[in-house]
């Protein structure tokens, strides 16, 4: 099990980004959580298989539709083993 944490910068606030990412981890059985933060990026926490781990963090990558993406921050972090995922 893995976590990594990620910083979206972009256009990424008011287009549903955290709804997005809330969605696809529940499918993907991931843990975390998303929030938006007062410099206007998404910051997120994912944790569970590795796997599923870089499929969330691709998925920041690209964002919905009506997002626009221009840089992905992502820090390895130690696992702490959260359960569901949160949205804040």
């Known amino acids: 099990m893995i976590r990594r944490r ?3 910068h972009g256009f990424v606030q008011g287009v549903f980004f955290r ?7 529940a499918s993907l059985g991931v843990s975390g959580w998303a929030r938006n933060t ?3 990026t998404v910051e997120a926490v994912f ?3 590795p796997d599923a781990v870089e499929r ?5 990558r690209e964002g919905p ?3 626009r993406v221009d840089r992905v921050d ?3 972090e130690p696992f702490e083993d959260l359960d ?5």
């Open 74 to 76: 992502v820090i390895d």
């Open 19 to 25: 709804d997005t990412l809330h969605r696809r981890a």
């Open 56 to 60: 969330m963090v691709a998925l920041s």
């Open 6 to 8: 990620v910083i979206v």
């Open 38 to 40: 007062s410099e206007g």
């Open 47 to 49: 944790e569970g298989e």
């Open 84 to 88: 569901g995922f949160a949205i804040g």
């Open 65 to 67: 539709n009506g997002a």
